[in-house]
T-cell receptor
Framework: DQQVKQNSPSLSVQEGRISILNCDYT??????FLWYKKYPAEGPTFLIS?????DKNEDGRFTVFLNKSAKHLSLHIVPSQPGDSAVYFC????????????FGKGTTLSVSS | EPEVTQTPSHQVTQMGQEVILRCVPI?????FYWYRQILGQKVEFLVS????????KSEIFDDQFSVERPDGSNFTLKIRSTKLEDSAMYFC???????????FGPGTRLTVL
């Protein structure tokens, strides 16, 4: 039962260009969404989040867009840098119902210089 | 910057043995979590803990698992009788409140032989 789906296992982008990572969800109870970045042998690092009352949140080079009607969110990284190469996880929670984060399978981003 | 720490980084044990994984959450955080990631799979929620009791647990978190906050700083996950399928990365996380982002530790790699 994949409540959070990241359908692209990998993405390759050139340095300086935009990276767009996508995530879909099925549970309409989800009201809080997060993106995490993970390097090998490390824990997930929090990047940016968005509440369901918003449709956009921006933090520096990172912007998350939420389309509730489509149950879709995306993470934009502009400009992409080689240090951004990592696995990116989308996660969601239903704060009204509990505390668990439900993760997608992740997308491996490779930024080439 | 405050961070979540976990020990040990790698634990090897024999099937049927008990293991205790340790975590020190960020000091002003009130909610604590354990997640695991089996190799090649998603990060999965195990349990959340608040005010010295379990606030939510997944179906993975059966009677073989227990959590404890033995003092003011440590948060532990005990697996009573390990099975081969318990081999995974175990991540501890903490958050200021249940509606805030969760910060993850670097993980403990558990190998059950």
């Amino acid at each position: 039962d994949q409540q959070v789906k990241q359908n692209s296992p990998s993405l390759s982008v050139q340095e300086g260009r935009i990276s767009i990572l996508n995530c879909d969800y099925t549970n309409s109870m989800f009201d809080y969404f997060l993106w995490y970045k993970k390097y090998p042998a490390e824990g997930p690092t929090f990047l940016i989040s968005i509440s369901s009352i918003k449709d956009k949140n921006e933090d520096g080079r990172f912007t998350v867009f939420l389309n509730k009607s489509a149950k879709h969110l995306s993470l934009h990284i502009v400009p992409s840098q080689p240090g951004d190469s990592a696995v990116y996880f989308c996660a969601a929670s239903a704060n009204q119902a509990g505390t668990a984060l439900i993760f997608g399978k992740g997308t491996t981003l490779s930024v080439s210089s | 910057e405050p961070e979540v720490t976990q020990t040990p980084s790698h634990q090897v044990t024999q099937m049927g043995q008990e293991v205790i994984l340790r975590c020190v959450p960020i000091s002003n955080h009130l909610y604590f979590y354990w997640y695991r990631q089996i190799l090649g799979q998603k990060v999965e929620f195990l349990v959340s803990f608040y005010n010295n009791e379990i606030s939510e647990k997944s179906e993975i978190f059966d009677d073989q698992f227990s959590v404890e906050r033995p003092d003011g700083s440590n948060f532990t996950l005990k697996i009573r009788s390990t099975k081969l399928e318990d081999s995974a990365m175990y991540f501890c996380a903490s958050s200021e409140n249940f509606y805030n982002e969760q910060f993850f530790g670097p993980g403990t790699r558990l190998t059950v032989l």
